[in-house]
Nanobody
Framework: VQLQASGGGSVQAGGSLRLSCAAS????????MGWFRQAPGKEREFVAS????????YYADSVKDRFTISRDNAKNTVYLQMNSLKPEDTAVYYC?????????????????WGQGTLVTVSS
């Protein structure tokens, strides 16, 4: 599986961005997917996850009610709509495929990673 994230950029606080992650391979629709982020000097942290069908989602408390994860299995793509952005959302955002049989949301529970896309939010 190869993952290619895009859509990052610079935005002012309160603005919005939509990230996309295009996946190659036939296993996309059978895999839960997630987004993580890593700010300078900090560890990579979980942001959001979506189930294989797209019907189930889970969010970190810090982004709940502001971010929305979704997927389009026909396009092999997962999205992260980010609204009401804050300076503390500034980070490199990574999409990842969750490991088969895993039901947690730590870095080690995801086995394939995209290259990351930078989001910068200015105050």
């Amino acid at each position: 599986v190869q993952l290619q994230a895009s859509g990052g950029g610079s935005v002012q606080a309160g603005g919005s961005l939509r990230l996309s992650c295009a996946a190659s391979g036939r296993t996309f629709s059978s895999s839960a997917m997630g987004w993580f982020r890593q700010a300078p000097g900090k560890e990579r942290e979980f942001v959001a996850s979506v189930s294989r069908s797209g019907s189930g989602t889970y969010y970190a408390d810090s982004v709940k009610d502001r971010f929305t994860i979704s997927r389009d299995n026909a396009k092999n793509t997962v999205y992260l709509q980010m609204n009401s952005l804050k300076p503390e959302d500034t980070a490199v955002y990574y999409c990842a495929k969750r490991r088969y049989g895993s039901y947690r949301y730590t870095v080690s529970d995801f086995d394939y990673w995209g290259q990351g896309t930078l989001v910068t939010v200015s105050s």
